[in-house]
């Protein structure tokens, strides 16, 4: 929470600043598809050894939006993402419901085309398997990069890449140490707009 309120901080000063030099109120609501999920589960436990794995699987959908300010093509703010994670391989199925922030730095090109990175500061997520056993996850940190495609009017088309690391878990009121790595590819469409 220490974080969120830094950053927050830093975004209304970055905003105070940026509105001497005629920048612009960024808005934009995302939703996207993840077009499937690789999660990487280690325990540092020797207890726990056993249930070190790698999973891929299904997708899931995302939603959120992106909250900062723009000047002459370059945007900076803040990036709130909810996604859920449907793993279904042959021996493992699970659902995870994600929420994450981050900050972002972008740049939109006058050739139709925008690029843009992140650095996610903080999520959690809640899992349930298939024998319904709930996993809390939390201290989330990784990265996103981002391509948009920004041709047609008010709609963005975005390939997302991120890749994030939950370093804390609890399962069945037992916090254990380890990590669950994940990374996915979204395929999103995104309505930005300034004010």
Not at 4 to 30: H, M, R, W
Not at 119 to 132: C, E, P, Q, V
């Amino acid at each position: 929470m220490k974080q969120l309120t830094q950053l927050a901080l830093l975004l209304a000063l970055v905003l105070g600043i940026s509105s001497n030099a005629k920048a612009d109120l960024l808005i934009e609501p995302v939703v996207g598809y993840n077009l499937g999920y690789s999660l990487d589960v280690k325990f540092d436990s020797v207890a726990m050894a056993s249930s070190n794995q790698k999973y891929t699987g299904g997708g899931g959908g995302s939603y959120g939006g992106r909250l900062g300010y723009q000047n002459f093509g370059l945007q900076l703010g803040l990036d709130y993402l909810k996604s859920s994670i449907n793993m279904n391989d042959s021996d493992f199925k699970s659902n995870i419901a994600t929420s994450e922030w981050a900050g972002f730095v972008g740049y939109e090109f006058p050739i139709m085309l925008r690029v843009y990175a992140g650095y996610i500061f903080a999520g959690s997520g809640t899992g349930k398997n298939k024998l319904d056993q709930t996993t809390e996850l939390s201290k989330e940190s990784g990265t996103k990069i981002g391509l948009g495609f920004t041709g047609l009017p008010f709609i963005d088309i975005n390939l997302e890449y991120r890749r994030a690391t939950w370093t804390q878990n609890s399962f069945g009121g037992t916090d254990y140490d380890g990590s669950f790595t994940y990374s996915t590819i979204m395929l999103g469409l995104s309505a930005p707009f300034t004010l």
